[in-house]
């Protein structure tokens, strides 16, 4: 199952508070910055998922990619606010 990349967002979205769920911590943005690279890891994993031919595997599968890739942005953005 193709989703497009309205789809995404929404996937972004429930994939952001996984993420944040998964990578505890005190971050100044709260939630809105978790949603907001939720929604920027769900697009980044489908896109990355797509090109390499594993972008259509259903409902669940695209959940877990977008979760991945909030994850390492998540993991990302506290490795760089750190050393500011």
Request: hydrophobic share 60%; charged share 10%.
């Amino acid at each position: 199952m193709e989703h497009g990349w309205f789809a995404w967002i929404i996937i972004g979205l429930v994939a952001g508070l996984l993420a944040r769920w998964i990578v505890p911590g005190d971050e100044p943005g709260g939630i809105i910055v978790t949603i907001l690279l939720g929604i920027l890891g769900g697009v980044v994993g489908g896109f990355l998922a797509g090109l390499i031919g594993l972008g259509g595997g259903g409902f669940i599968w695209s959940i877990i990619l977008a979760t991945l890739g909030a994850v390492i942005l998540i993991y990302l953005y506290n490795m760089v606010r750190r050393r500011s």
